[in-house]
């Protein structure tokens, strides 16, 4: 009630330090997470309408407040209040991080029981990690937490940074936040630090997953598992004896020392789909509980993900001269986010045509298209338009989406609007018929005439055998070179040319969709030419 009466007295008044700071006070120590979370944002908002040091300073306490109260978000900005500005972390990166922190959250207010991080390489993500732990330290001191990675120098400086953002208070305020919590035991030699009273199993320890973990260490209830790069490097991912020898150490040295209700963050480079990170994903896919956050250095537009405040990070030619120096593996898997199939790829990049998107003299012998029908819920849309010049196939432009009907409809609208295709074929699994003659429809009431036909995909045969039975023919077609793609045609040939026979592929409509037009051109598109009557 009282804090309603001050509320009203601003709004009729006009803001008022001394109102609120009462207003602070009591806001302080309301028990009711929930509303003492929205009457802080309520005081932030309304101090910083105040341009004195004093709603500055006020402001600041409403950062501590939440941090204290188990807001991550806070904490971050909190921790590092009193650093200049471009010397701190987290601002100037926080419009990216932002969703990486709110995952985060998810993990410390047990909504998740995994998270696994796959970003480029320094962009701020293993340092993010390290302040999430030691806000989990800070809010859980009496809690065991294992820090691990692929080396023993790795984990020594983890155990520095963390040691740091702890004890040096001119550059984070660690203590100021976590006022009632005491350090009371740190080793160098066996990389633990202690909060609160030393225990068997300290509350912070690091240790590589080649060191003495079976017995030495335990993530308690509440704790974290925090495994940052357990495959050391592409080399390392290559060797199927040293994969399986990681992944069995991560298992019986590292998840076995999780007790009952402890969490885990694996941050870690996507190398093979066969790593601890990948092998976690596809056993848990489908899982509310585990989640799996990667943003690639480029975003689907082909721009910069990481171009941070006061010059930090990374632009938009950086990454695209990196792509260019680098080969295709090591830029898929260390800044795409994407572990890239060496063995077992059906259409490997460099077995493929291209062409720069100009056609030959003259006009085609025939356009078509075909479309293999999706309504969303994470399959894609897939219609490859190729224009037909010979024994030549161009595959000029391609509606691939996975959004619903709503999303895709108007996007295939529009392209056979702009294409005009002789033909078009729809696969009548799943609903094509239904949102082909929807579609036919519209283009009829634009005065829009296509030859359309349906044909069921055959229930004899799989779509992996169907696609490997055409692949021939597939290396065949001319495709856009990169430099003449946009997203949606991009992301097209990533799923094509990731498609591989040896492994679960989690989505084949691109592949699925250029196989499709194998069959219908194999079938024999018939073109009839209107001609005036010779009598």
């Known amino acids: 009630m009282i804090k309603q009466k001050i509320k009203r007295a601003i709004e009729t008044q006009g803001v008022d330090y001394e109102k609120l700071k009462d207003l602070f006070d009591i806001v302080s120590v309301c028990e009711d997470k929930t509303e003492r979370r929205e009457w802080l944002l309520y005081v932030r908002k309304m101090a910083r309408e105040i341009p004195t040091a004093a709603a500055y300073e006020l402001m600041h306490q409403t950062y501590i407040e939440g941090a204290r109260g188990g807001n991550f978000d806070d904490y971050c900005i909190a921790l590092e209040w009193r650093r200049e500005s471009e010397k701190r972390f987290y601002l100037p990166r926080r419009a990216v991080l932002k969703v990486l922190v709110d995952d985060l959250q998810d993990l410390f207010d047990g909504k998740l029981d995994?998270?696994?991080?796959?970003?480029?390489?320094r962009v701020g993500k293993s340092t993010l990690c390290i302040f999430f732990m030691t806000f989990v330290m800070?809010?859980?001191?009496?809690?065991?937490?294992?820090?691990s990675g692929h080396s023993d120098k790795l984990t020594d400086g983890f155990y520095r940074e963390l040691l740091s953002i702890i004890t040096d208070d001119t550059q984070y305020a660690w203590q100021e936040i976590f006022r009632d919590v005491k350090l009371v035991d740190n080793s160098a030699k066996n990389e633990t630090i202690d909060l609160e009273r030393k225990k068997r199993f300290p509350t912070m320890t690091c240790r590589s997953i080649s060191g003495t973990l079976t017995g030495a260490v335990e993530i308690g209830t509440?704790?974290?598992?925090?495994?940052?790069?357990?495959?050391?490097?592409?080399?390392?991912?290559?060797n199927p004896v040293r994969l399986?020898?990681?992944?069995?150490?991560?298992?019986?040295?590292?998840?076995?020392r999780k007790k009952l209700g402890a969490l885990e963050l694996m941050v870690g480079t996507r190398w093979n789909v066969a790593d601890p990170l990948g092998r976690i994903e596809e056993q848990y896919r489908d899982n509310d509980r585990y989640r799996f956050r990667v943003i690639s250095a480029l975003n689907e537009d082909g721009e910069s993900n990481f171009n941070y405040k006061y010059g930090l990070g990374f632009d938009t030619e950086y990454y695209r001269d990196m792509k260019e120096s680098i080969d295709d593996a090591t830029w898929m898997a260390k800044y795409m986010g994407n572990p890239y199939i060496r063995e077992g790829l059906l259409f490997p990049s460099a077995e493929l045509r291209y062409f720069n998107g100009v056609l030959p003299d003259g006009e085609p012998d025939k356009k078509v298209a075909v479309v293999d029908t999706a309504w969303g819920g994470g399959d894609s849309l897939s219609m490859p338009i190729a224009y037909v010049y010979g024994s030549d196939v161009y595959i000029t432009d391609v509606v691939f989406n996975n959004g619903d009907k709503t999303v895709t409809r108007p996007l295939v609208i529009g392209k056979l609007k702009q294409h005009h295709p002789h033909m078009v074929r729809w696969e009548s699994n799943n609903g094509g018929d239904e949102y082909g003659g929807i579609v036919?429809?519209?283009l009829r009431e634009d005065n829009v005439r296509i030859n359309m036909s349906y044909k069921k995909a055959p229930t004899t045969q799989s779509k992996l055998s169907r696609i490997i039975q055409y692949a021939p023919d597939i290396k065949k077609f001319y495709f856009l070179d990169e430099k003449n793609r946009d997203s949606e045609y991009e992301r097209f040939m990533r799923e094509i040319t990731l498609f591989t026979v040896s492994?679960?592929?989690?989505?084949?409509?691109?592949?699925?969709?250029?196989a499709m037009l194998v069959d219908f051109l194999a079938a024999g598109v018939k073109m009839v030419t209107v001609v005036p009557r010779p009598f």
């Not at 509440?222 to 290559?238: A, F, K, P, Q, T």
């Open 222 to 238: 509440g704790g974290v598992l925090y495994c940052d790069d357990l495959i050391e490097d592409l080399e390392e991912s290559l």
């Open 244 to 256: 399986q020898a990681k992944y069995d150490a991560y298992l019986n040295q590292l998840k076995d």
């Open 503 to 514: 492994g679960k592929n989690p989505h084949d409509d691109a592949p699925d969709s250029v």
């Open 440 to 442: 036919d429809e519209k």
């Open 138 to 147: 800070g809010h859980r001191p009496d809690v065991a937490n294992v820090m």
């Open 114 to 121: 995994f998270l696994g991080v796959s970003l480029p390489p």
